[in-house]
């Protein structure tokens, strides 16, 4: 696919307004202005929408036209759209992706592609009854780190790879943060296993170019939530983390602190009473924090893969077994999670310790290793630029906005490769209630 035609620019709606969509509408106001215009928004929460409007004018703009949920073919038509950006949380993805589709306009939907196997069912129709695109915003394919591994794989340097060992670790600042919002109700979100891996199994299915065969898992609710503050004697917790006077709990998120926090939840819950800010401790809770899986792949190679939502540091480790020898990359986004001097969390962006620290100790940073068969180990280069994820995602909403230039290493997904992302959550979740493998053709999903 070449690059879009700029002569007229298209028109996009954003259909759900929460903090999700900021990226997309900050580069449709500035980077890609000149091919792109804001042109609605699709939003139950008059808040948020204000919130939204105010970014726009502070870049100089008119806010766009509003619309709730119900009226999205309206907005398409009357506001001529070519393209809607699905933002709307995880268990509304299918509906309005389908509903965009048949409406007559291109969809670019943020991940997971859904949450259960009706909705992957549901899109995959929509998608080949309309013929219109679907773009999966997977921006970590476009992390240089990632990338790099990728090309590594691609060229055998490795051979052909035989088991993958992907350890993904979530600090108690992000990872707790599942556990505040709706993302903690397992009807709504699917768990970790889809939300949040959907990013990592994508990763990997494209790192192999290969398909999700069977899946044995087992996780647990091992840190949060009501039960396990009681067997570590947490004592008694409050509701939610904005209360007066202010908490010095780490755990708590007091959204009158943060401008975007405040504007899109604190002022907004009056009008649909979502609560943003619940306590990692209560009741409730109905996901696993800790989860630990193997995957086969059609080809033969074996994943074990273990994710972690409580962890002192935030990154991920990836060790690549083949025949012809073994790639390792490690990623170090956050070395720790601090109190600063009001009792609130500061994130360390730099070590653990001061920077006299022995080389063996964690510090901000990525490394990969290649280490061919009766050879010494050889550091791979990554060049990274401006920007979230080294990057790359400046070069996803380059190719969501603009289309793709050549793409040798195909980072661009569309909705079957946010389906083999979702399968293999989703037979994780399966088995570990059945506490068994299971198949991933036993989901019949559309793959």
């Known amino acids: 696919m070449t690059e879009q035609a700029t002569d007229r620019r298209r028109r996009y709606g954003v259909v759900g307004t929460g903090a999700r969509s900021q990226m997309y509408v900050e580069a449709l106001l ?17 808040a948020r929408a204000d919130h939204y409007d105010a970014l726009v004018r502070g870049h100089g703009g008119t806010p766009p036209a509003r619309y709730t949920p119900d009226q999205l073919e309206r907005m398409v038509d009357e506001q001529q759209l070519d393209a809607v950006v699905v933002t709307s949380p995880d268990w509304t993805h299918a509906e309005m992706t389908s509903r965009a589709l048949h409406a007559g306009v291109d969809v670019v939907l943020e991940k997971p592609l859904t949450t259960d196997a009706e909705g992957c069912r ?64 397992k009807e709504h979100s699917a768990g970790l296993a889809v939300h949040k891996a959907t990013h990592h199994f994508d990763l990997m299915n494209w790192w192999l170019a290969d398909t999700p065969s ?16 009681r067997a570590r004697g947490l004592g008694e917790r409050p509701g939610r983390g904005t209360v007066d006077p202010p908490s010095t709990d780490p755990f708590a998120l007091d959204l009158r602190t943060d401008p975007k926090l405040k504007g899109l939840y604190w002022d907004a819950e009056q009008h649909d009473g979502y609560l943003r800010d619940r306590d990692v401790f209560a ?8 989860l630990a899986a193997m995957v086969g792949y059609e080809r033969g190679a074996v994943m074990t893969y273990s994710l972690n939502a409580h962890s002192p540091w935030e990154g991920y480790r990836v060790s690549v077994n083949g025949t012809e020898g073994r790639a390792e990359l490690e990623v170090v986004e956050r070395a720790a999670v601090l109190p600063g001097p009001d009792g609130r969390l500061v994130l360390d962006a730099s070590s653990v310790v001061d920077d006299t620290a022995d080389d063996d100790v964690r510090r901000r940073g990525e490394r990969l290793t290649v280490q061919r068969h009766w050879e010494k180990a050889e550091l791979v280069s990554i060049v990274n630029s401006d920007g979230g994820h080294g990057g790359g995602d400046a070069l996803l909403l380059h190719d969501v906005f603009r289309g793709t230039a050549p793409d040798p290493l195909g980072k661009r997904a569309g909705y079957r490769d946010g389906l083999a992302s979702v399968a293999v959550g989703l037979a994780l979740n399966e088995s570990m209630r059945a506490r068994e493998r299971v198949d991933v053709a036993s989901l019949d999903l559309p793959l």
């Open 214 to 229: 069977w899946v044995f898992a087992t996780g647990g609710l091992n840190f949060y939530g009501d039960a396990n503050a």
């Open 122 to 185: 549901t899109i995959t129709r929509a998608a080949q009854e309309t013929g219109r695109s679907v773009v999966l915003t997977f921006n970590y394919r476009y992390s240089p780190r990632n990338s790099a591994l990728k090309e590594v794989i691609a060229s055998g340097r490795i051979g052909e790879v035989t088991a993958v060992h992907f350890e993904w670790v979530l600090d108690t600042m992000h990872g707790a943060d599942y556990f505040r919002r709706w993302h903690r109700e």
């Open 283 to 290: 009741p409730g809770i109905t996901i696993e924090d800790t």
């Open 30 to 46: 500035t980077d890609h202005a000149e091919v792109g215009e804001l042109a609605a928004w699709c939003e139950p929460n008059p």
